[in-house]
């Protein structure tokens, strides 16, 4: 949580909407990473200790 923190803190000029959308975007890849890193372990079960 500290990295929202600091991310929030970094865009305290934007607009709330352009904060939001940036936020929510960043979200969505975090969600996608996490999907890929899934389906990488399971071709790879060590594909997290060696990342």
């Not at 929202?4 to 934007?14: E, M, N, P």
């Not at 352009?18 to 969600?31: D, N, V």
Request: hydrophobic share 30%; charged share 35%; no cysteine.
């Amino acid at each position: 949580m500290k990295e929202w923190t600091a991310l929030s803190d970094g865009l305290s000029g934007l607009s709330d909407v352009m904060k939001g959308t940036i936020i929510r975007r960043l979200s969505e890849l975090e969600q996608e990473r996490s999907k890929l890193d899934s389906e990488l372990r399971l071709v790879d079960p060590d594909y997290r200790n060696n990342h």
